[in-house]
Protein backbone atom coordinates (compact mmCIF):
# COMPACT_ATOMS: atom_id res chain seq x y z
CA UNK A 1 0.00 0.00 0.00
CA UNK A 2 1.16 3.67 -0.01
CA UNK A 3 3.69 5.16 2.37
CA UNK A 4 3.17 8.87 3.89
CA UNK A 5 6.15 11.05 2.97
CA UNK A 6 9.08 8.61 4.52
CA UNK A 7 11.27 11.60 6.39
CA UNK A 8 7.90 13.02 8.56
CA UNK A 9 6.31 9.65 9.14
CA UNK A 10 8.99 6.78 8.82
CA UNK A 11 7.71 4.08 8.34
CA UNK A 12 4.23 4.49 8.30
CA UNK A 13 1.92 2.60 6.28
CA UNK A 14 -0.99 0.76 5.70
CA UNK A 15 -1.60 -3.39 5.19
CA UNK A 16 0.44 -5.88 6.65
CA UNK A 17 3.61 -5.11 8.04
CA UNK A 18 2.37 -2.09 9.22
CA UNK A 19 3.00 0.24 12.53
CA UNK A 20 0.18 -2.07 13.80
CA UNK A 21 2.24 -4.95 13.53
CA UNK A 22 5.10 -2.71 15.52
CA UNK A 23 2.71 -1.70 18.17
CA UNK A 24 0.08 -4.63 18.76
CA UNK A 25 2.19 -7.62 17.59
CA UNK A 26 -0.94 -7.77 14.99
CA UNK A 27 -1.79 -7.86 11.20
CA UNK A 28 -5.57 -6.19 12.28
CA UNK A 29 -5.61 -3.05 13.48
CA UNK A 30 -8.16 -1.84 15.81
CA UNK A 31 -10.77 0.71 15.50
CA UNK A 32 -9.91 3.16 17.63
CA UNK A 33 -6.37 2.76 16.40
CA UNK A 34 -7.52 3.00 12.59
CA UNK A 35 -9.17 6.45 14.06
CA UNK A 36 -6.24 7.40 15.68
CA UNK A 37 -3.95 7.04 12.63
CA UNK A 38 -6.38 8.96 10.36
CA UNK A 39 -6.53 12.44 12.73
CA UNK A 40 -2.47 11.99 12.68
CA UNK A 41 -2.67 11.70 9.05
CA UNK A 42 -4.63 14.66 8.63
CA UNK A 43 -3.37 16.77 11.25
CA UNK A 44 0.56 15.76 9.06
CA UNK A 45 -1.06 16.47 6.10
CA UNK A 46 -1.99 20.20 7.54
CA UNK A 47 1.22 20.78 8.47
CA UNK A 48 2.60 20.06 5.38
CA UNK A 49 0.30 22.21 3.45
CA UNK A 50 1.02 24.94 6.43
CA UNK A 51 5.21 25.00 5.56
CA UNK A 52 4.67 24.64 1.64
CA UNK A 53 2.13 27.80 1.97
CA UNK A 54 4.93 29.88 3.83
CA UNK A 55 7.35 29.07 1.77
CA UNK A 56 5.20 30.49 -1.30
CA UNK A 57 4.25 33.39 0.60
CA UNK A 58 5.10 36.57 -1.44
CA UNK A 59 5.80 40.13 0.70
CA UNK A 60 6.04 43.46 -0.95
CA UNK A 61 8.02 46.07 0.43
CA UNK A 62 7.37 49.98 -0.45
CA UNK A 63 7.12 53.23 0.56
CA UNK A 64 3.88 55.08 2.00
CA UNK A 65 2.81 58.16 1.10
CA UNK A 66 4.21 59.12 4.76
CA UNK A 67 7.59 58.18 3.18
CA UNK A 68 7.70 55.28 5.88
CA UNK A 69 8.37 51.91 4.39
CA UNK A 70 6.22 49.24 4.74
CA UNK A 71 6.17 45.39 4.10
CA UNK A 72 2.82 43.71 3.44
CA UNK A 73 0.63 41.11 1.17
CA UNK A 74 -0.49 43.53 -0.87
CA UNK A 75 0.54 47.03 -2.14
CA UNK A 76 -2.07 50.29 -2.27
CA UNK A 77 -3.00 50.73 -5.99
CA UNK A 78 -2.14 54.28 -6.33
CA UNK A 79 1.66 53.84 -4.96
CA UNK A 80 2.24 50.98 -7.23
CA UNK A 81 3.86 54.08 -9.46
CA UNK A 82 5.96 54.84 -6.93
CA UNK A 83 8.31 51.23 -7.22
CA UNK A 84 8.70 47.93 -5.13
CA UNK A 85 10.14 45.08 -3.71
CA UNK A 86 9.31 41.69 -3.72
CA UNK A 87 10.37 39.57 -0.94
CA UNK A 88 10.20 36.15 0.07
CA UNK A 89 9.03 35.07 3.64
CA UNK A 90 12.77 35.20 4.60
CA UNK A 91 13.43 38.81 3.54
CA UNK A 92 15.22 38.06 0.46
CA UNK A 93 14.37 40.00 -2.52
CA UNK A 94 13.10 38.44 -5.44
CA UNK A 95 12.61 40.74 -7.62
CA UNK A 96 12.47 44.97 -7.78
CA UNK A 97 9.94 47.03 -10.03
CA UNK A 98 11.36 50.14 -10.50
CA UNK A 99 8.96 53.27 -10.28
CA UNK A 100 6.85 54.22 -13.24
CA UNK A 101 8.63 57.23 -15.17
CA UNK A 102 7.19 60.80 -15.42
CA UNK A 103 5.40 62.84 -18.28
CA UNK A 104 8.98 64.78 -17.91
CA UNK A 105 11.49 61.31 -18.20
CA UNK A 106 9.10 59.76 -20.89
CA UNK A 107 9.82 62.99 -22.47
CA UNK A 108 13.49 63.70 -22.19
CA UNK A 109 14.11 59.80 -23.11
CA UNK A 110 12.64 60.45 -26.32
CA UNK A 111 14.58 63.66 -26.99
CA UNK A 112 17.70 61.81 -26.22
CA UNK A 113 16.67 59.33 -28.91
CA UNK A 114 15.86 62.29 -31.22
CA UNK A 115 19.39 63.37 -30.71
CA UNK A 116 20.97 60.03 -30.87
CA UNK A 117 19.19 59.44 -34.43
CA UNK A 118 19.64 62.71 -35.84
CA UNK A 119 23.31 62.54 -35.15
CA UNK A 120 23.85 59.28 -36.90
CA UNK A 121 22.23 60.57 -39.85
CA UNK A 122 24.64 63.91 -39.70
CA UNK A 123 27.65 61.74 -39.09
CA UNK A 124 27.08 59.97 -42.46
CA UNK A 125 27.58 63.12 -44.37
CA UNK A 126 30.03 65.01 -41.82
CA UNK A 127 32.57 64.24 -40.11
CA UNK A 128 32.72 67.50 -37.34
CA UNK A 129 31.23 70.43 -36.32
CA UNK A 130 34.14 71.98 -38.88
CA UNK A 131 32.78 70.14 -41.75
CA UNK A 132 28.97 71.47 -41.27
CA UNK A 133 30.19 74.99 -40.54
CA UNK A 134 32.51 74.94 -44.52
CA UNK A 135 29.06 73.34 -46.06
CA UNK A 136 27.57 76.04 -44.21
CA UNK A 137 29.20 79.04 -45.72
CA UNK A 138 29.10 76.85 -48.95
CA UNK A 139 25.55 77.09 -49.59
CA UNK A 140 25.33 80.47 -48.08
CA UNK A 141 27.60 82.00 -50.70
CA UNK A 142 25.43 80.16 -53.57
CA UNK A 143 21.95 81.84 -52.05
CA UNK A 144 24.05 84.84 -51.37
CA UNK A 145 25.26 84.94 -55.86
CA UNK A 146 21.67 84.29 -56.32
CA UNK A 147 20.36 87.05 -54.29
CA UNK A 148 23.07 89.69 -56.39
CA UNK A 149 21.78 88.67 -59.20
CA UNK A 150 18.33 89.03 -58.59
CA UNK A 151 18.81 92.74 -56.96
CA UNK A 152 20.76 93.57 -59.92
CA UNK A 153 17.61 91.70 -62.32
CA UNK A 154 15.29 94.49 -60.48
CA UNK A 155 17.68 97.40 -60.79
CA UNK A 156 17.74 96.96 -64.53
CA UNK A 157 13.89 96.35 -64.87
CA UNK A 158 13.80 98.91 -62.82
CA UNK A 159 15.41 101.45 -64.53
CA UNK A 160 13.84 100.17 -67.64
CA UNK A 161 10.43 100.73 -65.84
CA UNK A 162 11.22 104.42 -65.16
CA UNK A 163 12.48 105.09 -68.77
CA UNK A 164 8.98 103.44 -70.45
CA UNK A 165 7.30 105.62 -67.60
CA UNK A 166 9.40 108.97 -68.91
CA UNK A 167 8.08 108.10 -72.74
CA UNK A 168 4.38 107.77 -72.07
CA UNK A 169 4.79 110.87 -70.06
CA UNK A 170 6.53 112.67 -73.03
CA UNK A 171 3.58 111.72 -75.46
CA UNK A 172 0.67 112.67 -72.99
CA UNK A 173 2.02 115.84 -72.92
CA UNK A 174 2.59 116.03 -76.39
CA UNK A 175 -1.08 115.60 -76.54
CA UNK A 176 -1.00 112.27 -77.76
CA UNK A 177 -1.99 108.74 -76.79
CA UNK A 178 1.03 106.86 -75.35
CA UNK A 179 1.73 104.10 -77.87
CA UNK A 180 0.26 100.64 -77.40
CA UNK A 181 4.09 99.10 -77.33
CA UNK A 182 4.67 101.40 -74.53
CA UNK A 183 1.75 100.37 -72.83
CA UNK A 184 3.03 96.58 -73.48
CA UNK A 185 6.34 97.53 -72.48
CA UNK A 186 4.91 98.50 -68.96
CA UNK A 187 2.92 96.06 -68.46
CA UNK A 188 5.96 93.20 -69.28
CA UNK A 189 7.66 95.38 -67.08
CA UNK A 190 5.46 94.96 -64.18
CA UNK A 191 5.10 91.40 -64.34
CA UNK A 192 8.87 91.18 -64.43
CA UNK A 193 9.27 93.06 -61.54
CA UNK A 194 6.71 90.82 -59.35
CA UNK A 195 8.54 87.54 -60.66
CA UNK A 196 12.06 89.20 -59.59
CA UNK A 197 10.82 90.88 -56.31
CA UNK A 198 9.31 87.08 -55.18
CA UNK A 199 12.04 85.13 -56.01
CA UNK A 200 14.29 87.54 -53.88
CA UNK A 201 12.33 86.89 -50.88
CA UNK A 202 12.28 83.83 -51.34
CA UNK A 203 15.87 83.72 -52.03
CA UNK A 204 16.27 85.69 -48.34
CA UNK A 205 13.97 83.40 -47.07
CA UNK A 206 16.45 80.28 -48.00
CA UNK A 207 19.05 81.92 -46.64
CA UNK A 208 17.59 82.31 -43.24
CA UNK A 209 16.22 78.90 -43.13
CA UNK A 210 19.80 77.65 -44.23
CA UNK A 211 21.58 79.43 -41.02
CA UNK A 212 18.54 78.00 -38.87
CA UNK A 213 19.17 74.90 -40.45
CA UNK A 214 22.89 74.30 -39.81
CA UNK A 215 22.94 75.75 -36.29
CA UNK A 216 20.37 73.47 -35.14
CA UNK A 217 22.49 70.59 -37.27
CA UNK A 218 25.79 72.14 -35.58
CA UNK A 219 23.83 72.06 -31.91
CA UNK A 220 22.65 68.43 -32.69
CA UNK A 221 26.38 67.13 -33.52
CA UNK A 222 27.65 68.91 -30.38
CA UNK A 223 25.25 67.32 -28.28
CA UNK A 224 25.60 63.77 -29.66
CA UNK A 225 29.20 63.40 -29.34
CA UNK A 226 28.42 64.74 -25.05
CA UNK A 227 25.19 61.83 -25.85
CA UNK A 228 27.21 58.82 -27.03
CA UNK A 229 31.01 59.58 -26.38
CA UNK A 230 32.19 60.08 -29.43
CA UNK A 231 35.24 61.42 -30.46
CA UNK A 232 34.59 63.31 -33.66
Request: glycine letters at 4%; one cysteine or more.
Given at each position: ????????????????????????????????????????????????????????????????DQGIQVIDHAIPPELVK?????????????????????????????????????????????????????????????????????????????????????????????????????????????????????????????????????????????????????TN
Amino acid sequence: MKTITPYLFGSLSFGTNTLGNNILGTNVLSTEHRRLLGAAFLVMCSMLCSVYSAAEMTLYRYTDDQGIQVIDHAIPPELVKNGYEVIDINGRVVRVVAPARTAEEIKAEAERKRIATDFERLKKRYASVADLESAKERKLESIDTAIAILESNIHSISKRKDELMSLAANQERAGRKVSQDILNKLETAKAEMEVAESSLNARRQEYQDVVEKFEAEVAIFEKGKALLGSTN
